[in-house]
């Protein structure tokens, strides 16, 4: 393990694995389940989709915010997994579209309330010097899980005989497991945090003026990088369209995350010893390739390759947004510093997808592709102009 990380950021890496593993795996089966297993219409599905997806959001800002003014992030991400792995055991036992949307509601609330403690944790207790290491770390974990959950999902429905609900309550093992490693292994600082000051709850941060500047061009820089992603949801679609058959589709998700799991943790060790903006530049640089190849290719071997750059470029840009605003977020308001992020980024991710669905309806593949290259390079010029020093560390 790279020196410099501490084993909370470790603890952290792996709850964040088992819970994404737990909820790829029947995330990854939960359409089929809806529409074929209880009836559920398409229309049923996307607003379940949309509404656990905002409740989500909304979440964010309160509790990064709360756990500023509280002093304290553990027992908000400790709320935050323990939510989510509750909801587990309501989606074996659903019988309805409702429970299905009880489950998922809950599911998303738990992640909308631990995801700003948590990054602002990872911060508290890493020195600026790893941070990047830390921040790629934990998300390389994460996509872990990613890739995990949904070759599970395929192995257990064939040693299972195709049964859905029984693929689903072995997803609550590595929920509750997510929550053990939480309970035993996470640490807040052995020094008590000073509490945010109370106007600083939320309703402070609700004015632009009084967010640092530092913090609101990240903030921007990532709503700006996550609408570029245009056309991320398309590329499953893209990959079948160039004639990849349809039991093989699973694979271009897989090449993605795999890509992405193996580059983060590098590119953030990368940024903490040669500052975080060239490593962000090369990332957005992959972006604009990604597009390139997406948009051209004539076959669907081309697709995958452009799957794997896109999978690189999230390695190389996730992880450092969120060590970038740690870099530059108060200690008493990183809690909401990064609820805003978290906020700004979904909601960005939410306009995208109907962006790119909109353009690859009418236009094609190429215009949705072009629109995010577009937004990349935009948002590669702010990258240029970004307010504050970049990461300033000592050599190794």
Not at 173 to 192: D, I, K
Request: overall charge positive.
């Amino acid at each position: 393990m790279q020196q410099g990380v501490p084993r909370t950021v470790v603890a952290l890496g792996f709850v964040s694995l088992c819970m994404d593993t737990s909820s790829e795996l029947i995330h990854s089966l939960l359409p089929v389940f809806l529409v074929a297993g209880l009836g559920a219409s398409p229309l049923a599905l996307g607003l379940i989709e949309g509404a656990a997806e905002g409740v989500a959001s909304v979440m964010r800002v309160f509790s990064g915010a709360l756990s500023d003014r509280s002093g304290r992030r553990k027992p908000l991400i400790l709320c935050g997994y323990a939510l989510a792995a509750l909801s587990k055991p309501l989606f074996p036992l659903a019988g309805s579209a409702a429970t299905v949307f009880a489950a998922r509601a809950t599911d998303r609330l738990g992640k909308g309330i631990r995801g700003a403690p948590r990054d602002a944790l990872v911060a508290d207790v890493t020195p600026q010097a790893s941070r990047g290491a830390a921040y790629g770390l934990r998300q390389a974990l994460d996509t872990v899980g990613a890739v995990l959950g949904p070759a599970l999902a395929i192995a257990l429905m064939y040693l299972l005989a195709n049964d859905v609900r029984a693929v689903f309550w072995v997803a609550t093992v590595p929920a509750l497991l997510a929550v053990a490693v939480l309970v035993v292994f996470v640490r807040e600082p052995a020094a008590p945090r000073p509490r945010a000051a109370l106007q600083r709850f939320t309703f402070a941060w609700l004015r632009p003026g009084t967010v640092p500047p530092g913090c609101r061009a990240v903030i921007a820089l990532a709503a700006l990088l996550a609408f570029a992603r245009v056309a991320e949801a398309f590329v499953l679609l893209r990959a079948s369209e160039l004639g990849l058959a349809a039991a093989l589709v699973p694979l271009v998700l897989i090449v993605m995350n795999v890509a992405y799991a193996l580059s983060a943790w590098p590119a953030g060790a990368y940024s903490d010893r040669f500052g975080r903006k060239p490593v962000l530049a090369c990332g957005l640089g992959l972006l604009l390739l990604a597009d390139l190849l997406l948009a051209r290719a004539a076959d669907p071997w081309t697709a995958l390759l452009g799957a794997m750059v896109w999978g690189l470029h999230l390695g190389a840009t996730q992880g450092l947004l969120a060590a970038l605003l740690a870099d530059r977020a108060p200690a008493d308001a990183r809690g909401a510093a990064f609820g805003w992020l978290h906020l700004g980024t979904g909601l960005a991710t939410v306009l995208a997808g109907a962006l790119g669905g909109w353009l690859w309806t009418r236009f094609g593949a190429g215009a949705a592709y072009a629109a995010g290259a577009a937004c990349a390079a935009l948002a590669l010029a702010l990258l240029g102009v970004l307010p504050g020093r970049d990461a300033a560390l000592a050599p190794r």
